[in-house]
């Protein structure tokens, strides 16, 4: 090896080294998955300069691969996608555990085309790293057509490795730190959030309302004659029956702007961001027609037909606090259900005089 060469391997390694370096101090920082993630984005981007990469996770609840993090050109056709475990080359190092370095795809039968497909670019060399932690693959990194050609080299492939070392450890730290706090704000039957969740939350979306002018609404609901289920299949069915309710209340919500809770006994709420009152009320319509086309407990054998009393307030017309949007709306749920239940009502404005006002076009022809 030549002076010059010599120089350049050993500045590499320093470069590394100090990546690394800074890599362990950074991940052992944080416990948020969000921030673990962009720290891995950063360091793999600026020691080892790949045209495209990915961080391929394992999602917990389907067994599926999908990708946490893409970059480059195409990238955001790769976010939707998903891939089985065992397909093309990173789905092959997942499941084998077992990194891969490959200079020419177009001779590797592992390879996937429809990813190239997808995002309309042209993979030619490739370099995939499981991410382990304590001996369980959560997912892969992957590069893609290095910085120059050909492609990448087994001192890439020693630098990905110790990369992804790092992080995954780091990963499942913050995944068993996710977990820790969701017990603490998660109901242990329905897998909705608990009441003091709700309250938490609903006092920082107020003051954000508020502060941004925008509006907040909140739908509460009670079970019309959920006791009879009780007193007739027992409480275990009774238990059963909840966490439908809350599955089906999760599946009604839009992503990233609902949030369901079960508030107590068979009432639940549902904190809808920047919604408005008649907003509100389209979403409270939806669940009333939901609960009327949903049978429950038939994994049980059963088939139970399950209406709901829903109430309305909204932030800012109906309270301006927290705990006065509550209270406005589980009164507009109790005048639902004293006018007849399986209906919506909403709240008045609290200058207003008189009660919570019906909506006559949601109650049931029954």
Same mark, same amino acid.
């Given at each position: 090896?030549?002076?010059?060469?010599?120089?350049?391997?050993?500045?590499?390694?320093?470069?590394?080294?100090?990546?690394?370096?800074?890599?362990?101090?950074? !991940?052992?920082?944080? #416990?948020?998955? &969000? +921030?673990?993630?962009?720290? *891995?984005?950063?360091? =793999?981007?600026?020691?080892?300069? @790949?045209?495209?990469?990915?961080?391929?996770?394992?999602?917990?609840?389907?067994?599926?691969?999908?990708?946490?993090?893409?970059?480059?050109?195409?990238?955001?056709?790769?976010?939707?996608?998903?891939?089985?475990?065992?397909?093309?080359?990173?789905?092959?190092?997942?499941?084998?555990?077992?990194?891969?370095?490959?200079?020419?795809?177009?001779?590797?039968?592992?390879?996937?085309?429809?990813?190239?497909?997808?995002?309309?670019?042209?993979?030619?060399?490739? !370099?995939?790293?499981? #991410?382990?932690? &304590? +001996?369980?693959?959560?997912? *892969?990194?992957?590069? =893609?057509?290095?910085?120059?050609? @050909?492609?990448?080299?087994?001192?890439?492939?020693?630098?990905?490795?110790?990369?992804?070392?790092?992080?995954?450890?780091?990963?499942?730290?913050?995944?068993?730190?996710?977990?820790?706090?969701?017990?603490?704000?998660?109901?242990?039957?329905?897998?909705?959030?608990?009441?003091?969740?709700?309250?938490?939350?609903?006092?920082?979306?107020?003051?954000?309302?508020?502060?941004?002018?925008?509006?907040?609404?909140?739908?509460?609901?009670?079970?019309?004659?959920?006791?009879?289920?009780?007193?007739?299949?027992?409480?275990?069915?009774?238990?059963?029956?909840?966490?439908?309710?809350?599955?089906?209340?999760?599946?009604?919500?839009?992503?990233?702007?609902?949030?369901?809770?079960?508030?107590?006994?068979?009432?639940?709420?549902?904190?809808?961001?920047?919604?408005?009152?008649?907003?509100?009320?389209?979403?409270?319509?939806?669940?009333?027609?939901?609960?009327?086309?949903?049978?429950?407990?038939?994994?049980?054998?059963?088939?139970?037909?399950?209406?709901?009393?829903?109430?309305?307030?909204?932030?800012?017309?109906?309270?301006?606090?927290?705990?006065?949007?509550?209270?406005?709306?589980?009164?507009?749920?109790?005048?639902?259900?004293?006018?007849?239940?399986?209906?919506?009502?909403?709240?008045?404005?609290?200058?207003?005089?008189?009660?919570?006002?019906?909506?006559?076009?949601?109650?049931?022809?029954?």
């Amino acid at each position: 090896m030549n002076p010059a060469d010599l120089l350049s391997a050993m500045k590499r390694t320093v470069e590394q080294l100090a990546a690394y370096n800074e890599m362990a101090k950074a !991940l052992t920082s944080t #416990l948020e998955l &969000r +921030e673990v993630l962009a720290l *891995v984005m950063q360091k =793999v981007s600026a020691l080892l300069k @790949p045209r495209n990469w990915s961080l391929i996770l394992q999602d917990e609840r389907s067994g599926k691969l999908y990708f946490e993090i893409a970059v480059g050109e195409g990238a955001e056709a790769l976010k939707g996608l998903q891939l089985n475990p065992g397909e093309g080359i990173a789905g092959a190092v997942f499941s084998s555990g077992v990194a891969r370095l490959v200079h020419d795809v177009a001779g590797d039968s592992s390879f996937a085309p429809r990813f190239d497909e997808a995002s309309a670019f042209h993979t030619r060399s490739l !370099l995939a790293v499981p #991410l382990v932690a &304590r +001996e369980r693959v959560l997912g *892969v990194i992957e590069l =893609v057509n290095g910085p120059t050609e @050909p492609g990448f080299t087994h001192d890439d492939l020693t630098a990905l490795s110790a990369i992804a070392d790092y992080a995954a450890i780091a990963i499942e730290n913050a995944r068993n730190f996710r977990r820790v706090q969701e017990l603490t704000i998660t109901d242990e039957h329905t897998g909705c959030f608990n009441a003091r969740h709700l309250r938490a939350q609903l006092e920082q979306e107020v003051k954000r309302s508020a502060r941004f002018r925008h509006p907040l609404s909140l739908v509460f609901l009670d079970l019309d004659h959920f006791k009879s289920i009780n007193d007739r299949h027992g409480h275990l069915v009774g238990s059963a029956t909840l966490k439908e309710v809350g599955d089906l209340l999760i599946s009604l919500g839009r992503h990233n702007l609902d949030a369901v809770f079960r508030y107590g006994g068979d009432e639940f709420a549902v904190m809808l961001i920047e919604t408005d009152k008649e907003g509100a009320q389209v979403i409270a319509q939806r669940i009333c027609e939901a609960f009327r086309g949903q049978r429950f407990l038939r994994a049980q054998g059963l088939d139970v037909a399950l209406t709901a009393s829903v109430g309305v307030a909204s932030f800012p017309e109906h309270a301006t606090t927290s705990t006065d949007l509550i209270r406005a709306a589980d009164f507009a749920m109790y005048a639902a259900k004293g006018r007849g239940r399986d209906r919506i009502a909403v709240s008045e404005a609290p200058s207003a005089e008189g009660t919570p006002m019906e909506v006559p076009y949601a109650r049931s022809g029954g």
